[in-house]
């Protein structure tokens, strides 16, 4: 098991009392790293942002007939 | 009348309310395929028959007395096993809720059965609808009735099986990532995700409050316009659920696609994808340029921030709503459920709030673009042929099961995370006789538009009208 694996069950074990139950659980962990990679790749892309963000408000500026 | 069960839901309900069948007539047709057929398939996991029957003479009296009917007057139903009826079964798939009994019922029932619908069943699903293969190590696995070791997708496997078996005329399934298209694609049905917030979700099972859908799986895209007509709406006990008002989807099926344009997406959907699926949604296109749409190809903005976003939401939302049960009793999961939601626990709140915030603004960025060229989306619903039931088998498979598991909903994802509407209608089949499913999707509250495209495309083609060998000449 790497540092990052030990770093992740250490972590889960702490904050959360859980352990991992099997092996895919601690396969499935090691992949976070790629969801690390994931979000670095998206740095650069975020602006700030001055209004509350709203979804709701996204689908109904983009529904079928908005203009 | 024979072959009732082979109807249509509309059909069906048309049938009794003309007094051509009873509702009697229909419920025993779906029982005899049942009874032929279930065993092998497993998508029936509880029946309340005596009741059944009571509400079938019911509603066959109501036609008899000449009483107004609802849209789905007489239809018998049965359900992915997450929908709450108050005290009835509802074990969400689950050995950890094998003897629940909630104690409410939730609004889309309710509203089925204000139009005339009544449940006989409960029907197998994945684990707290939590895998796109059919796999159930409590209630044994679903089988496709197409062919038995292949998958019949996820998570409600019941739900798709169910319907192609010609045991009801429709289920509701519930989509987080996939699991109504998926199940429709893999087992030859139609199945509608609506817009994110169209129907209300309260008395179904949580999984991902930003993700979770609720939708029907059925025959037809006239049959799913039916039933969204149905349950969509604002409900006041679900106030996510929105208040944009609800059309008749049916009466707008009118297979007229001139004009309508057609955007193939050239990245990420057809990455891998296997020859055959490809010819398929090929063939596809040419029937619905022959109803008038055009066609174009262009990449898909964004796709990695809705890969990366959407990937982390549902794990996120799902990791404390199983807290308890992860810490006091891990081993009563099946491992690719556990072992999917342990590494949920160490996302940081700040990436899952980056997720969220980013949603408005990429669906925005999204839909700018891509719906300036084109008016629906199609994509093959699953991008490769089925695999089997072995071949995604996580818990018993070798390390790397996992990435040919999750293959399945590639296709079906980039939508939640997006909220937008789409569908799942059956286009052919692999070479192993398995189904392969077309998505067409479109704008949010576009169910209208994805509806009219998916009911041209069944107005010239039959392979929703397809039934698995299985059934034989069973009536």
Redesign the interface.
């Known amino acids: 098991m790497d540092a990052f694996e030990t770093l ?1 069950e250490a ?2 074990s702490r ?11 601690r ?3 090691s ?2 790293a790629g ?1 690390i990679e ?2 670095e ?2 740095r650069g ?3 700030f ?1 001055d209004e509350p ?12 007939g ?1 203009r | 009348m024979t072959g009732l069960a082979d109807l249509s839901l509309t059909r069906a309900a048309d049938a009794v309310a003309s007094g051509e069948a009873t509702s009697v007539d229909l419920l025993r047709a779906c029982w005899a395929n049942l009874d032929a057929v279930n065993p092998r398939v497993n998508a029936v996991i509880w029946q309340e028959r005596e009741a059944a029957e009571t509400a079938a003479r019911v509603a066959d009296a109501a036609v008899r007395d000449k009483q107004k009917l609802g849209l789905l007057h007489g239809v018998p139903m049965a359900h992915k096993d997450m929908y709450y009826q108050a005290g009835k079964l509802s074990t969400c798939g689950s050995a950890l809720r094998k003897d629940f009994r909630p104690a409410i019922t939730a609004t889309v029932i309710a509203r089925l059965a204000a139009a005339g619908a009544y449940t006989f069943a409960g029907l197998n699903m994945a684990e707290f609808a939590q895998n796109p293969t059919g796999h159930n190590k409590t209630f044994g696995n679903c089988h496709n009735p197409w062919n038995l070791p292949y998958i019949t997708g996820g998570s409600s496997s019941g739900s798709g099986a169910s319907v192609a078996a010609r045991f009801n005329y429709m289920a509701l399934g519930s989509d987080t990532g996939g699991s109504i298209r998926l199940p429709a694609s893999a087992c030859g049905v139609s199945g509608l995700k609506p ?3 169209r129907v209300s979700r309260y008395g179904a099972m949580p999984l991902s409050f ?1 993700h979770d859908n609720v939708g029907p799986l059925a025959r037809t895209a006239r049959d799913c316009a039916r039933i969204l007509t149905v349950i969509a709406g604002h409900d006041p006990r679900d106030p ?1 659920s ?1 208040r ?1 008002p609800v059309p008749s989807y049916e009466a707008a099926m009118d297979d007229d696609l001139r004009g309508l344009r057609i955007g193939v997406p050239t990245n990420v959907f057809l990455d891998g994808a296997d020859e055959p699926v490809i010819a398929a949604m090929e063939a596809a296109l040419l029937v619905l340029i022959a109803r008038g749409a055009t066609v174009s190809r262009f990449e898909l903005p964004l796709m ?2 809705v ?2 976003y959407g ?2 939401v549902s794990r996120a939302e799902a ?1 404390p709503i199983h ?1 308890e049960w ?2 006091s009793d ?2 009563a ?1 099946g ?2 459920i ?3 939601m ?2 949920g ?3 940081p709140a700040a ?1 899952y709030i ?1 997720a ?6 990429v ?2 960025a999204f ?2 673009e891509v ?1 300036s060229k084109a008016d629906v989306l199609v994509t093959p619903t699953i991008r490769t042929c089925l695999p089997t039931l072995d071949e995604t088998d ?2 018993h498979g070798p ?1 790397g099961t ?1 990435h040919r598991f999750m293959a399945v909903s590639a296709n079906t994802r980039p939508f939640n995370y997006l ?1 937008l509407p789409a569908i799942s209608v059956p286009c052919g089949f692999d070479p192993n006789g398995c189904p392969i499913g077309l998505q067409i999707a ?5 169910e ?2 994805v509806l009219q495209v998916a009911g041209a495309y069944q107005a010239d083609t039959g392979w929703h009208q397809e039934r698995p060998p299985i059934l034989g000449a069973v009536a």
């Open positions: 992740v972590t889960i904050w959360h009392g859980i352990e991992p139950p099997n092996d895919p659980a396969r499935l962990a992949e976070l969801t994931a979000f790749a998206l892309t975020l602006a942002e963000s709203s979804f709701e408000a996204a689908l109904q500026a983009t529904k079928e908005a | 817009t994110q917030t930003s996510t929105a944009e990695d921030a890969a990366a990937g982390i990791a807290a992860m810490r891990p081993q999961y491992a690719h556990s072992g999917r342990y590494p626990y160490a996302i990436y980056e969220l915030s980013r949603r408005g603004p669906l925005k839909a700018a719906f996580i818990d390390p996992e909220g479109g704008r949010p509250f576009g209208g538009r």
